[in-house]
């Protein structure tokens, strides 16, 4: 934490350093059995693989949400079929919990980016240096950063830096070790790069890779509490939609009708029915009932609670009088209502 300390007071300069380049090409057999170990009986190896890699079709995002491994969405987006294959076939040992929460692993990303990049503006400002190459180039989180970073202006400085070190401080007691401090940038200070974390920290670069991406979704979720992290809690993200998802989100102001949506793209109206599935996974709708009532939602949960974890027919057969997208809908809402409740890190 003295690295932490001296980043903080230093307040924190940058070589051209990716960030995105900690996740690529690597194998992390923890990640993958703890995906595993949320898997439904009833569903596939490879559906586990497809949620690693962040394949994008409206299964795998159906699976992420169901089994509530959303946070492992895309995590492993190089990960090849036949290393998972040969990793899954290997020796189990001890399996740590999964951290799990109602967000994408792409928003753990772009929430820490910003920390990131917050972090050196506010160190170059209290230096007086306003000249400086940001850590981080993509618009969007320099823009988020920058909304935020009026914000900080107001509050004072010193509340955004002590929710810094009350994040590392709830980081630092959940791990016992840490290494999310070294990639922090600022005045006359550059992010090291994974090799010299490596060594360091005497931590092997798969090792040091898998326990980075836990650090990150550690902090998607930490940050959501609001009393804790008046500040940082205001980092929010949006997954982006399919652009034919899109498209149908943006009639929406037009009609809720899934049969008007597919006469006015010419679609099947099971094609809807996945987009308004994606949006309601994606945050972008939120009341069910729109398309259910509270009495169908009651006997689905009475069902599920009794039998949990069965696929669609299952529960198609068991409630009878249900269509295939109701069900869904259904399923995906009372998944992401569970996070919600029992998101933990």
Do not use: W
């Amino acid at each position: 934490m003295l690295h932490l300390l001296y980043i903080l007071i230093l307040v924190i300069t940058l070589r051209d350093f990716n960030i995105f380049m900690l996740f690529e090409v690597t194998y992390l057999k923890q990640i993958i059995l703890k995906t595993l170990s949320m898997k439904h009986e009833n569903k596939t190896d490879k559906s586990i693989y497809n949620i690693l890699i962040g394949k994008k079709t409206h299964q795998t995002y159906f699976d992420a949400s169901i089994e509530h491994l959303k946070l492992y969405y895309g995590c492993l987006p190089n990960l090849k079929f036949e290393h998972f294959e040969q990793l899954i076939k290997e020796p189990v040992e001890q399996i740590n919990e999964p951290i799990i929460g109602n967000f994408f692993y792409s928003q753990a990303i772009q929430s820490v980016n910003t920390i990131l990049l917050l972090t050196q503006m506010i160190s170059q400002k209290k230096h007086n240096h306003l000249t400086y190459q940001p850590i981080i180039n993509d618009k969007e989180i320099q823009f988020k950063a920058k909304e935020i970073y009026v914000h900080i202006k107001e509050v004072g400085e010193d509340q955004f830096i002590e929710e810094i070190y009350q994040l590392f401080e709830d980081m630092n007691t959940y791990f016992q070790t840490i290494y999310m401090h070294y990639l922090l940038a600022g005045f006359r200070e550059t992010p090291y790069t994974i090799e010299q974390i490596s060594l360091i920290e005497d931590i092997g670069i798969m090792d040091l890779r898998e326990h980075l991406v836990e650090e990150y979704q550690f902090i998607q979720v930490a940050i959501q509490n609001k009393e804790r992290y008046p500040i940082l809690s205001q980092i929010n993200y949006q997954p982006l939609l399919n652009q034919q998802t899109f498209t149908t989100f943006e009639l929406l102001n037009r009609t809720y009708d899934m049969d008007q949506l597919a006469n006015i793209k010419r679609v099947k109206t099971h094609t809807i029915h996945d987009h308004i599935i994606e949006m309601f996974i994606k945050g972008y709708l939120k009341d069910k009932n729109l398309y259910v009532s509270d009495e169908q939602y009651a006997r689905f949960v009475e069902v599920i609670q009794q039998t949990p974890n069965q696929n669609l027919k299952f529960y198609y057969e068991a409630l009878n009088d249900f269509t295939y997208f109701e069900i869904k809908l259904m399923y995906v809402c009372y998944a992401m209502e569970g996070l919600n409740a029992t998101t933990r890190t």
